[in-house]
């Protein structure tokens, strides 16, 4: 089973600021990778997909890279309505398997 | 419109057997590349990936519950239907069914249904 680890569990920036969120996997998982966005009492909502690949709908400050085993998510000026929990999450290999999340917490 | 809602029992008791319904709209199970999965979310905790139906029926299962698990679908009825046996307290969450297609994320959602297990 692949192990996704993100960091850091917390992160705490100033609105305007950009955001660097991070996701390894323990094996390769080519670019198979999905970022989420889970705001209190609702469900994820699909941010990116493919590592770099912007869902409908998902303004251009959010941007994914990374291939293999690191990723990374970065918010580029952060609104207001981005302080959220973040999750990454591979479809590469069975069994799927979600990172622990990083929390991004207005600072 | 794609649209997914959960629904079954919001408390079930120690050792009972939960079974969840996702009925869906929007699109079709049995277009190439469909599949419908579910997810959980203990409170307070982080997302953990249960079980996926596609649209050739294949089935896969998370490693851990797997013994447990049992997917199955019902295209006629645009539902996706989850059992998980021997319900323990541990197994308390939100449960979520979500749209996956061609390798592009869970694009869909539903709005999720908590399950509690107590006796």
């Known amino acids: 089973e692949i192990v996704m680890t993100q960091s850091p569990a917390t992160l705490s920036v100033s609105p305007g600021e950009r955001a660097t969120l991070s996701c390894r996997a323990s094996?390769?998982?080519?670019?198979?990778l999905a970022w989420y966005q889970q705001k209190p009492g609702q469900a994820p909502r699909l941010l990116i997909y493919?590592?770099?690949t912007r869902a409908t709908g998902i303004p251009a400050r959010f941007s994914g890279s990374g291939s293999g085993t690191e990723f990374t998510l970065t918010i580029s000026s952060l609104q207001s309505e981005d302080f959220a929990v973040y999750y990454c999450?591979?479809?590469?290999?069975?069994?799927?398997?979600f990172g622990q999340g990083t929390k991004l917490e207005i600072k | 419109q794609v649209t997914l809602r959960e629904s079954g029992p919001a408390l079930v008791k120690p050792t009972q057997t939960l079974t969840l319904t996702c009925t869906f709209s929007?699109?079709?199970?049995?277009?190439?590349?469909?599949?419908v999965s579910w997810i959980r979310q203990p409170p307070g905790k982080a997302l953990e990936w249960l079980a996926l139906?596609?649209?050739?029926?294949?089935?896969y299962y998370s490693t851990s519950l797997k013994t447990r698990l049992t997917i199955s679908k019902d295209t006629s009825k645009n539902q996706v239907v989850l059992t998980m046996t021997n319900m323990d307290p541990v197994d308390t969450a939100t449960y979520y069914c979500?749209?996956?297609?061609?390798?592009?994320?869970?694009?869909?959602w539903g709005q999720g249904t908590l399950v509690t297990v107590s006796s």
């Open positions: 979500a749209r996956i297609r061609g390798g592009r994320g869970f694009d869909y």
């Open positions: 929007g699109f079709s199970l049995s277009t190439s590349g469909m599949c």
């Open positions: 139906i596609d649209w050739d029926d294949d089935k």
């Open positions: 094996q390769s998982v080519s670019s198979n």
């Open positions: 493919g590592a770099s």
């Open positions: 999450q591979q479809y590469n290999n069975w069994p799927l398997t």
